[in-house]
């Protein structure tokens, strides 16, 4: 039996689609939207379209962007000759809230994943190998997530590098800050060994 009218059903359906949404998250976003004052409601749905309509991918990094060149490719004193490749748009944003990374980006737009059906051919890589053979790029580095899926793209991204002349990184991976080293499993502590670094 139906609870709610079926507009308001569609509502909860919509909210509920999105990653991390679960049925109850859905409904209490679905009522608030619902005792919005109209021009907030309209504003809110505005501005999802606008988003939808004007967000395309900058044709240099691939990042999201309003216009054609991001603003980070678009500033000039971003060093050209560092690009750190990422899978997502969220990870550029993740990176600039370090305010210690003051190279380029790329924007893979995901991970090859042979089990969802993503190879290759389905990620900016093309882009990403048509910058560096424009010349200038001197290191680039490997910020894919550190699981299956993130270390086999880099490790192929890492060999269709090998014919250019540039160096190729990965971020230093291991026990977070706050963490326990007693919690902390195999393959953490063997990259937080790996990466160790001399006290200045």
Do not use: W
């Not at 079926?6 to 359906?13: D, F, K, P, V």
């Not at 679905?30 to 004007?54: G, N, Q, T």
């Not at 014919?163 to 063997?190: M, N």
Request: charged content about 25%.
């Amino acid at each position: 039996m139906r609870v709610f009218s079926a507009s308001l059903e569609r509502l909860i359906e919509q909210f509920e689609s999105l990653p991390g949404i679960g049925h109850k998250t859905a409904q209490r976003l679905a009522f608030y939207v619902l005792d919005l004052p109209e021009e907030a409601a309209r504003a809110f749905a505005d501005a999802i379209m606008d988003a939808k309509h004007s967000v395309r991918q900058c044709s240099i990094c691939c990042n999201l962007s309003d216009s054609m060149v991001c603003p980070i490719c678009d500033n000039p004193d971003r060093d050209a000759s560092t690009i750190c490749v990422v899978s997502d748009p969220r990870d550029v944003a993740a990176l600039e809230r370090t305010h210690e990374y003051h190279g380029r980006y790329h924007v893979l737009h995901g991970v090859i994943s042979p089990m969802n059906h993503v190879g290759p051919d389905d990620l900016r890589i093309k882009e990403l190998l048509a910058r560096i053979a424009e010349g200038g790029v001197q290191e680039v580095i490997m910020a894919t997530d550190p699981n299956t899926e993130g270390e086999a793209t880099a490790m192929y991204l890492s060999r269709l590098l090998r014919p250019f002349s540039v160096k190729v990184t990965r971020l230093a991976y291991g026990v977070p800050v706050g963490g326990h080293l007693e919690y902390a499993d195999e393959i953490t502590l063997l990259r937080a060994l790996d990466g160790r670094r001399e006290y200045s």
